[in-house]
């Protein structure tokens, strides 16, 4: 493990730059309302990125905003984004909903550290599981969770340059002939995310299957700060909302637990939570101890949104 653990460090600090590409959400409207609508965006990111000089190593196309890591110069970063952005905005304007994307600039950090990279990586890939009870983040194409670590993973598809007509023209939701490269694989009319997500380097950043799964799944406050500084929703569930408790009561309200608190010091947990977290007002009585009439007059807005 340790020998990994050299292995990945050393592969960090031979790369070049690193960014989470990311938008904030849209107010109006979002990107895609059926799986046709997923797949034409992840063909336009297939295409998009095939005439960048960077490369994709995680995804998330979440309904109203997006998220991408990915290695190489800032500039090439930012080209590939309104590449994207502008095969978007043409495919919305003839199809019913112009200026859609109008408003969407990319947000671009960079990434510092290994610890980052693979807390950013697991980020994005955990971004749908924590919005949608329903998704698998390991086996959704929403996300390339599917593709790291996965021995049954099917390489599957025609090279892209090899489709013409109107097969081409569906792929690319475009009349102009667009010269596109062998190297992305098309599967049913569908950019297969194996052939444009680099995984295989992603991968070199974890010692093991059992670390991305548990800095995906288990590394939560890491995720919730990252969350927050994008912007984005903080969804935890119970057994989260657990641990994040417990942490604030040792580390900042000198308590082993909430039922060893005084009632103003569990208002005070509760609105930790609240404001830090954004939980509800059900996860904050339960969390806290507190009755959910309290909480409810402590957070009165909340609670009539309920």
């Known amino acids: 493990?340790?020998?990994?653990?050299?292995?990945?460090?050393?592969?960090?600090?031979?790369?070049?730059?690193?960014y989470?590409?990311?938008t904030s959400p849209l107010e109006s409207d979002i990107l895609y309302r059926n799986d046709d609508e997923l797949n034409i965006i992840i063909n336009f990111i297939a295409i998009a990125i095939m005439f960048c000089n960077c490369r994709i190593l995680a995804f998330a196309v979440m309904s109203n905003h997006l998220h991408f890591i990915i290695e190489g110069p800032e500039s090439e970063c930012i080209k590939f984004f309104y590449s994207l952005k502008e095969k978007l905005t043409t495919f919305f304007r003839y199809n019913g909903r112009p200026g859609l994307v109008d408003s969407m600039e990319p947000g671009c950090t960079q990434i510092n550290s290994l610890e980052q990279l693979r807390t950013e990586i697991a980020y994005v890939i955990r971004n749908p599981f924590v919005a949608r009870t329903d998704v698998n983040p390991f086996a959704c194409s929403m996300t390339s969770g599917h593709l790291y670590f996965n021995p049954?993973?099917?390489k599957e598809g025609v090279p892209a340059n090899t489709l013409k007509g109107r097969v081409l023209r569906d792929f690319t939701r475009s009349r102009k002939e667009i010269e596109l490269k062998g190297d992305i694989s098309v599967l049913d009319g569908v950019?297969?995310?194996?052939?444009?997500?680099?995984?295989?380097?992603?991968?070199?950043?974890?010692?093991?299957?059992?670390?991305?799964?548990m800095i995906t799944l288990k590394n939560v406050e890491a995720q919730v700060e990252v969350a927050i500084r994008y912007n984005d929703p903080v969804h935890l569930n119970d057994q989260e909302l657990v641990t994040?408790?417990?942490?604030?009561?040792?580390?900042?309200?000198?308590?082993?637990?909430?039922?060893?608190?005084?009632?103003?010091?569990?208002?005070?947990?509760a609105t930790i939570l609240k404001n830090r977290y954004h939980v509800s007002n059900a996860q904050a009585a339960r969390a806290s101890g507190l009755l959910l009439r309290d909480v409810d007059a402590l957070?009165?807005?909340?609670?009539?949104?309920?």
């Open 20 to 22: 989470h590409i990311y």
């Open 244 to 269: 994040v408790t417990m942490k604030i009561c040792r580390e900042e309200l000198g308590q082993d637990k909430p039922s060893d608190m005084i009632p103003k010091d569990k208002m005070l947990l």
């Open 191 to 213: 950019a297969q995310a194996w052939s444009f997500v680099d995984y295989e380097r992603a991968m070199s950043f974890f010692d093991s299957a059992q670390q991305f799964i």
């Open 152 to 154: 049954l993973l099917k």
């Open 1 to 18: 493990m340790l020998y990994r653990e050299t292995q990945s460090e050393l592969t960090f600090r031979k790369a070049g730059t690193f």
């Open 299 to 306: 957070f009165p807005l909340a609670a009539k949104r309920k």
